[in-house]
């Protein structure tokens, strides 16, 4: 079982340090292994668990375990590498830093851009990927956590908006001031990026736990469902709300729970509205999303938090059938329901008497 209560990378992108690797495998029947890399990137600790054969055994249609596992925290590194926005390095501190109103872009830029300004036209804005004068106001970059005053924010304000950004071919066409920043899409897309290079390494099955992104390739060895347990946004650290049984699929949360700090009684989250510059308030406690791709599920998780219950249920009942669609989702409010979308009913257990489930 997997519990997805690591914290969540926040507003901002990625700490880019050398990771520390753990390695370890143990073999299974068969003659195959499961793999365990764990890694620090991202700002968070990332855990890579993979199935497949170990090196000499006759199986060679299916992947070397500890291989696939090094290339996919390698792709990971990589995606890092590009989108870290505490590393003046990084292609997207460059981007960022130019005084160019167009810039050409890589891949690793602009399909996480391009997924995201495409939930961003679908919620109104709620994801919105110019955020990072906000961020960076409120100390979630720096960790100098700070409350901005209301002049301030109405004044940074001026340079946010997903509809300021326009991408032609592979040039990003954007208005000076205006600063990208990919925290709510980062994990997703390095998680579906690394998905779909374990798929082609041939691996038996494989789960991918980035900071509370969990993904999870093929079958879980004697082919059971993969079980993943949903954290208690009022217990982060020790409960859990339930467990969902998926196949193949990614499972992101996000909540106010996540990353925070307080100012007297006052507790400001990193989950910012983009309208408002301010940490969404609403009635969530935290939004988990179920879906095909990481990218999609990391940034929906984001954006159903910021609309709140209402506005993000229906938002479910509109796009549910459609080809951009195709998610479910489990919502925790702070009057302790739990609301678990049509489509996860069969494969959701409860596991905490403190809410009440629907």
């Known amino acids: 079982?997997?519990?997805?209560?690591?914290?969540?990378?926040?507003?901002?992108?990625?700490?880019?340090?050398?990771?520390?690797?753990?390695?370890?495998?143990?073999?299974?029947?068969?003659?195959?292994?499961?793999?365990?890399?764990?890694?620090?990137?991202?700002?968070?600790?990332?855990?890579?668990?993979?199935?497949?054969?170990?090196?000499?055994?006759?199986?060679?249609?299916?992947?070397?375990?500890?291989?696939?596992?090094?290339?996919?925290?390698?792709?990971?590194?990589?995606?890092?590498?590009?989108?870290s926005v505490t590393s003046d390095t990084s292609e997207l501190s460059r981007l960022n830093a130019s005084e160019n109103e167009t810039a050409e872009a890589s891949d690793d830029v602009l399909i996480p851009l391009g997924a995201a300004l495409?939930?961003?036209?679908?919620?109104?804005?709620?994801?919105?990927?110019?955020?990072?004068?906000?961020?960076?106001?409120?100390?979630?970059?720096?960790?100098?956590?700070?409350?901005?005053?209301?002049?301030?924010?109405?004044?940074?304000?001026?340079?946010?908006?997903?509809?300021?950004?326009?991408?032609?071919?592979?040039?990003?066409v954007r208005p000076p001031g205006t600063e990208l920043d990919f925290g709510a899409v980062a994990k997703g897309y390095a998680a579906q990026e690394a998905a779909e290079l374990l798929r082609g390494e041939g691996v038996a099955g494989a789960v991918i736990s980035l900071g509370g992104n969990v993904q999870t390739v093929g079958q879980k060895p004697g082919g059971e469902k993969w079980r993943i347990a949903v954290a208690d946004p009022l217990d982060p650290d020790h409960g859990t709300i339930g467990t969902l049984s998926v196949g193949e699929a990614a499972v992101v949360t996000s909540g106010g729970y996540q990353r925070f700090f307080e100012r007297g009684t006052v507790r400001y989250h990193h989950i910012l509205d983009p309208k408002k510059g301010m940490p969404a308030e609403n009635e969530l406690l935290s939004v988990t999303v179920v879906c095909d791709n990481g990218t999609k599920a990391d940034g929906l998780s984001t954006a159903l938090f910021v609309m709140g219950f209402p506005a993000a249920?229906?938002?479910?009942?509109?796009?549910?059938?459609?080809?951009?669609?195709?998610?479910?989702?489990?919502?925790?409010?702070?009057?302790?329901?739990?609301?678990?979308?049509?489509?996860?009913?069969?494969?959701?257990?409860?596991?905490?008497?403190?809410?009440?489930y629907e």
């Open 1 to 83: 079982m997997l519990k997805l209560n690591i914290r969540k990378l926040s507003g901002a992108a990625c700490l880019l340090l050398m990771p520390a690797l753990i390695f370890s495998g143990c073999s299974l029947s068969g003659g195959n292994t499961e793999t365990k890399k764990t890694f620090f990137a991202m700002d968070t600790v990332m855990t890579l668990t993979v199935y497949g054969r170990k090196s000499g055994t006759a199986d060679a249609k299916m992947a070397n375990s500890e291989i696939a596992a090094e290339k996919a925290a390698a792709r990971i590194l990589e995606i890092e590498a590009a989108l």
């Open 118 to 172: 495409g939930i961003a036209g679908e919620t109104g804005g709620a994801l919105d990927v110019t955020v990072l004068p906000l961020v960076r106001a409120w100390g979630f970059l720096s960790k100098e956590y700070r409350v901005p005053s209301r002049e301030e924010l109405d004044t940074l304000l001026q340079n946010v908006g997903y509809s300021r950004l326009r991408i032609s071919g592979r040039e990003i």
């Open 313 to 356: 249920m229906e938002h479910y009942k509109l796009q549910s059938d459609l080809e951009y669609g195709g998610f479910e989702a489990v919502f925790v409010t702070k009057d302790r329901r739990v609301i678990v979308t049509d489509g996860l009913k069969q494969s959701f257990a409860a596991a905490n008497n403190k809410y009440d």
